[in-house]
């Protein structure tokens, strides 16, 4: 299950992410519990595909699915080694208690660190990017676009 | 025409029992989900610059994630079969239950943005309610698609206020968005039958509630944006019933097509 890598990021795995809620042995059949990140995330269905299809390639045919949506996932969940490893990629990691709290603006925006030059000196341009689960932002210094992956 | 199996406030004609009203209650409001999320994807490749291009689908695609949990949901308590597909597909206009807003044309960008302020508000609000309904699924739908409400609502939130706070034309667009679409914002907030069982059961939240919610924030972002708050006059009703504007029929004709003109296809 480790192993498997999220399809859209595939520098970390499912489990890292968070999705990967549980893994039960019921007798004879493996219970895998997962949570979607977004509730429209068109990753979901591949994240189950590559699952059924990494536990058939262990030998493992009687699997179950299931699907939850609480506790809502978050990207607290997501472990210190993927948020490295983003920041590796060129994906700005969230920072931790960034969510905005202030529903209606953005007024207390963190700062976020340019992945490639490091520069403090950024810039939000939208609220949505190329996923779901990301913000697109500029650097000042270098000038580069990247990716903000955004609390929720 | 066969007969819609998913009735809605039918008053009068029959009592409904808890399980009717819920599915009900589940169509309202996956249906709206699931038809502004139709209106947003018809941005595609038409957005004024490529950050709000990117950033209206991405709406759009959490709308239809939203919607396919609720319709899911509401054909497993149904138990007949019918799938999010099913619904979303093989029903006709009278059965769809989304507010009046949400079928509300694209119009021009301020248009699209009024709309979608007045709809993510009542969504925010309505989510954070429900996050306590005695509903396990409705409950989890509501803390899931709070969070990304609350990235729709601040993205309207800050576009009205940098519209209304902008250029004379800019100012005057929006304010003439506001005045035509108010009248579609008193239906966000009609109950029938189908509320009160369910808020005797403790799943539905009283709307009233979610009006006074809802008054707060359309006031702040108003005063902020320098713009006026209409006067309520007279306000547009239906959904309920499965009545809807002249808009509703178009859009599903094309959402509709190709399940229609395939009915066998699959994706």
Request: one cysteine or more; proline letters at 4%; hydrophobic letters at 35%.
């Amino acid at each position: 299950m480790a192993e498997i890598p999220d399809p859209e990021i595939p520098v970390i795995t499912i489990e890292e992410l968070g999705v990967l809620r549980n893994v039960e042995i019921q007798q004879e059949k493996v219970v895998i519990t997962i949570t979607p990140t977004y509730t429209g995330c068109p990753a979901m269905k591949l994240f189950e595909d590559e699952i059924i299809l990494a536990l058939k390639n262990k030998g493992i045919e009687n699997v179950e699915l299931k699907m939850v949506y609480s506790p809502a996932w978050t990207t607290d969940w997501m472990t210190e080694k993927a948020k490295e490893k983003l920041l590796a990629y060129g994906i700005a990691p969230p920072l931790k208690g960034t969510e905005d709290k202030g529903v209606l603006f953005s007024s207390n925006l963190k700062m976020v660190v340019c992945p490639r030059c490091k520069s403090k000196n950024t810039e939000l341009k939208s609220q949505f990017g190329s996923t779901a689960c990301k913000a697109l932002y500029t650097c000042k210094d270098c000038l580069e676009p990247f990716d903000y992956f955004k609390c929720i | 025409m066969e007969t819609p199996p998913l009735r809605g406030g039918l008053e009068g004609l029959n009592i409904m029992t808890t399980k009717e009203s819920l599915i009900n209650y589940c169509l309202r409001i996956g249906d709206t989900s699931l038809i502004l999320g139709q209106r947003m994807s018809e941005w595609c490749s038409n957005g004024p610059i490529l950050e709000e291009d990117i950033a209206m689908t991405n709406i759009a695609l959490d709308l239809f994630g939203q919607a396919r949990t609720m319709l899911t949901y509401a054909g497993e308590i149904e138990g007949k079969g019918r799938t999010e597909d099913d619904l979303a597909y093989r029903r006709n206009e009278r059965e769809f239950y989304n507010t009046l807003l949400s079928e509300r044309p694209n119009g021009h960008f301020g248009d699209t943005v009024v709309r979608n302020f007045f709809q993510s508000a009542y969504f925010y609000h309505l989510h954070t309610a429900l996050s306590s309904s005695k509903d396990e699924m409705i409950a989890a739908h509501a803390a899931k698609s709070l969070k990304e409400v609350t990235y729709h609502l601040r993205h309207s939130a800050e576009w009205i206020v940098r519209l209304g706070d902008g250029t004379d034309e800019s100012k005057d667009k929006i304010q003439t968005s506001i005045n035509e679409i108010w009248e579609y914002t008193g239906n966000l907030f009609e109950m029938n039958e189908v509320d009160a069982i369910l808020i005797k059961e403790g799943i539905a939240v009283n709307q009233a509630e979610i009006k006074a919610n809802w008054d707060k924030t359309v006031d702040e972002v108003l005063e902020r944006a320098k713009l006026i708050r209409p006067k309520d006059g007279y306000m547009q009703t239906g959904s309920l019933k499965g009545m809807h504007s002249e808009y509703l029929g178009h859009l599903i004709a094309e959402m509709q097509f190709l399940p229609r003109a395939y009915p066998n296809a699959k994706w």
